[in-house]
């Protein structure tokens, strides 16, 4: 699955299964890369990123950021 253009929609409810995102993210400055996701049941269980892993986990713990 592209990690940038998706023109799917999974069933937040029942999404299990991983993700790796092939592009770095951008986000408010700080550069993430090397993305990985894992679902159950459309909530993120697990992550890693291989360069600002701290800043992906201040993104998932937003209220509500870690669902589909």
Do not use: C
Not at 1 to 21: A, H, L, Q, Y
Not at 37 to 47: A, C, P, R, T, W
């Amino acid at each position: 699955m592209p990690s940038f253009e998706i023109f799917t929609s999974p069933d937040r409810r029942e999404t299990n299964g991983w993700m790796r995102f092939n592009q770095p993210l951008y986000h408010f400055g700080q550069i993430i890369k090397d993305i990985y996701l894992k679902f159950e049941n459309g909530i993120i269980v697990d992550f890693d990123a291989s360069e600002n892993k701290e800043g992906l986990k201040e993104m998932i713990n937003i209220p509500n950021a870690n669902k589909l």
